[in-house]
Each structure stands twice: as structure tokens, then as C-alpha cells.
């Protein structure tokens, strides 16, 4: 069996991975796995802001806010995914945070795999018909409000007392509009306190809630060495599994606290390098932090997901052509 690129290649097949949330939930962080792991040269990707159908100076004088789908070019986004399941290229818009304006438009072309994050990506049967893969993020509120803050102040440059003001503003929008989404997603990725650090909204815990299905997994194990777990943990860390109905459908519950040592996620990334068959590419690279927070576990895992899920669309793929 051929690496990951060349049987997507083979196939000339197209997957979008859809990631959902709030704006400032963690979207990117989340998506940095399938990313890293997967290299520039398969992964592409783009923000669904940039099919907000008004600007910020806009915004100020009509008081919409892009939580609003009504606000959203989602009829176009759901062509623009469409043309790009089909390896077509797209002319599409482009919104600068920076300015609050729209920068001409810019020719997208897709690799192998696009990932598309943003406030609505399974708010219609269209959009949801595009996606292969679809995760969504969801901080508590403490969480999410501290990071929304810390975004858009230190990065984006707003004003504290404007930014916590339209946080206040969003959130009857976000609970109408965005908090729904999460039931159409495979995996729900919550993000709470945690139990063990000093700052509990710094190094959260993360519990995964990923749709239980009968895809068969020949090629990927998951897993961690216990002995080794038990041996070398010089920090607080929990591992905690379990299953549960989320919205009417199965969910195997896997929640993940405190900082866990390198060495003990190690073989797991090693073996995804082995199935994908890119072995250059790392999420942990040498040299780094000797201890992973939940987050980066979280990352490696949703990474294996995903991949296990591609595998399944390779082999049904593969089986249709004989």
C-alpha cells in the first residue's frame, strides 16, 4: 500500500475537513495536527470569514454580526467546496482582520486536503454535504472568553473594553446560531478548568466526544505505553475513557488533563508517520517542551481520527475501482 499522498493522488480525490466553533475557541490549534502531520503539500485551508457579506466599518453602522448566518455568503462558499471536491480552483473573497476590510479577491487552489474553519460550517445541508470530516470546538465560557481576549487584543489590536463588549453582544448569537452546529460533527472537542494547574484557564483539560461508528481501522493502532506512563509521569496527568448519547447519537468520551511527558505519545506519532508515509513530518518536533498539555494531545489524537477516516474513504475508493 502506497503512502497517503499517492493514493490520494491515484484516486484524484479531494477531502474537506470541516472545523466549527465560536470565533476564538481554539479553531487553528485544533487543526494544526492534520496540518503538521500531513505537510504543506497535502493540507490547504482557509477561514470562512472571508465570506462575510459586511465589513467592519459596515458592521458599526448596520449592527450585524457575522454569528448571524443571514450575514455570510454560505450559498456561495457551499459552490466554492463544491468546485473544490472536484480539484478546481476558485476565485474567492478575502477578509483582513487587520483592517475589518475585504482585500481583492484571490485564486485558491486546492491540494489534497483543504481544511475550512469558521463560525457556520455545517449551518446547511449543502455545506454539511461537502465535508468528509467535521470537528467542532467548544470551549466553556470562562475558557473562550479569555482567549477570545487575548486574540483580539494582543493580536488583532482591539481595544479591551470594545472586545469584551462585543463578546457580550455575541453570545445570545452564538447560542442561537453557532452552539447548534456541534450536532452535526464527528468529532466535539470541550475544553474545561483544569483540575490540576495553577491556572486553570491556562492549560484547560480537553474532552473529546468523537461519534462512535463502525469504520474497521486495519492500519493505525492508538496507543499509549502504559508501563512507561506509570513509570516516568513526574507531572499530574489523567487519562479518562468512557461512552455517552450526545444529541441522540453515540459517543465515545475521551478526556485528557494535566501535562503528560513527550516520551509517552511518542510511539503514537511514530506509527501515524508510518501510515501516512511521511515520516519527515512531525507534530512534536526534538528538542521541545519536555511535557504536552492536553491541547497537544488532543491534536495528535483528532490527527489519528482524521486519518483513520481518510483510510476508510481510500479503501471504499479503492474497492469501487476493483
Do not use: C
Not at 249 to 274: A, C, E, P, W, Y
Request: proline residues 4%; negative net charge; without cysteine.
Amino acid at each position: 500500500m502506497g503512502s497517503i499522498k499517492e493514493r490520494l493522488d491515484e484516486h484524484d480525490a479531494f477531502v474537506i475537513v470541516g472545523i466549527g466553533g465560536d470565533s476564538g475557541s481554539g479553531k487553528t490549534t485544533f487543526s494544526q495536527g492534520i496540518r503538521s502531520l500531513l505537510g504543506a503539500d497535502l493540507v490547504s485551508g482557509f477561514s470562512m470569514d472571508d465570506y462575510h457579506s459586511e465589513d467592519r466599518a459596515t458592521r458599526k453602522v448596520t449592527g450585524n454580526l457575522p454569528l448571524d448566518p443571514a450575514y455570510n455568503k454560505l450559498d456561495l462558499l457551499a459552490e466554492h467546496l463544491e468546485q473544490i471536491r472536484l480539484g478546481k480552483e476558485i476565485i474567492k473573497p478575502v477578509y483582513n482582520h487587520s483592517t475589518g476590510e475585504f482585500d481583492p479577491e484571490v485564486l485558491f487552489k486546492p491540494a489534497r486536503i483543504t481544511i475550512v474553519e469558521g463560525l457556520h460550517p455545517f449551518y446547511t445541508q449543502s455545506l454539511r454535504d461537502q465535508m468528509d470530516f467535521t470537528v467542532f470546538v467548544d470551549p466553556i465560557r470562562d475558557v473562550k472568553w479569555k482567549w477570545k481576549l487575548m486574540r483580539d487584543v494582543e493580536k488583532r489590536g482591539h481595544e479591551k473594553e470594545a472586545a469584551f463588549e462585543e463578546i457580550l453582544k455575541r453570545e445570545p448569537y452564538f447560542k442561537q446560531y453557532i452552539d447548534i452546529q456541534k450536532i452535526w460533527a464527528e468529532v466535539v472537542i470541550r475544553v474545561i478548568p483544569s483540575r490540576y494547574s495553577d491556572d486553570r484557564l491556562e492549560r484547560p483539560q480537553v474532552k473529546l466526544k468523537m461519534k462512535h461508528t463502525d469504520i474497521p481501522v486495519h492500519h493505525i493502532d492508538m496507543a499509549f505505553d502504559m508501563a512507561q506512563f506509570v513509570t516516568s509521569s513526574e507531572r499530574y496527568f489523567s487519562l479518562e475513557f468512557g461512552s455517552d448519547y450526545f444529541y441522540g447519537s453515540k459517543f465515545n468520551v475521551l478526556t485528557v488533563d494535566g501535562m503528560l511527558s513527550r516520551k509517552n505519545v511518542s510511539k503514537l506519532q511514530d506509527q501515524i508517520r508510518d501510515f501516512t508515509g511521511l515520516k519527515e513530518n512531525v507534530l512534536f518536533e526534538e528538542g521541545g517542551d519536555e511535557f504536552i498539555n492536553p491541547s497537544g494531545v488532543a491534536k495528535l489524537i483528532i490527527a489519528w481520527r482524521f486519518l483513520e477516516k481518510l483510510n476508510f474513504i481510500l479503501d471504499e475508493l479503492e474497492r469501487a475501482v476493483g
